[in-house]
Nanobody, 119 residues
Framework: VQLQASGGGLVQAGGSLRLSCAAS????????MGWFRQAPGKERELAAA????????YYVDSVKGRFTISGDNAKNTVYLQMNSLKPEDTAVYFC?????????????WGQGTLVTVSS
């Protein structure tokens, strides 16, 4: 499975961006997906995740109520809608996929897309 992330950019605080992660390759089945982010000098963190069925989602506390993860199975694409962006959301964002909902780690990774939020 190959993952291609896009949609990053420069935005002012309070603005919005939508990240996209397009999957190709072995996409005949659904994969649990996640959006990770890594800010300068900080460890990578899981910002949001969605189960294979799309029924369950997870958000780190700092983005709850502002970010929404969703999937379009027809397009093999997962989105991260980011609203009310804050300077502390500045990071490189990565999308990743797991083999199953029960897998402990993410096996497939896309390249990062940079999100910069100015104050």
């Amino acid at each position: 499975v190959q993952l291609q992330a896009s949609g990053g950019g420069l935005v002012q605080a309070g603005g919005s961006l939508r990240l996209s992660c397009a999957a190709s390759g072995r996409t005949f089945r659904r994969y649990p997906m996640g959006w990770f982010r890594q800010a300068p000098g900080k460890e990578r963190e899981l910002a949001a995740a969605i189960s294979a069925s799309g029924e369950y989602t997870y958000y780190v506390d700092s983005v709850k109520g502002r970010f929404t993860i969703s999937g379009d199975n027809a397009k093999n694409t997962v989105y991260l809608q980011m609203n009310s962006l804050k300077p502390e959301d500045t990071a490189v964002y990565f999308c990743a996929a797991k083999i199953s909902d029960y897998a402990r780690s993410y096996e497939y990774w896309g390249q990062g897309t940079l999100v910069t939020v100015s104050s």
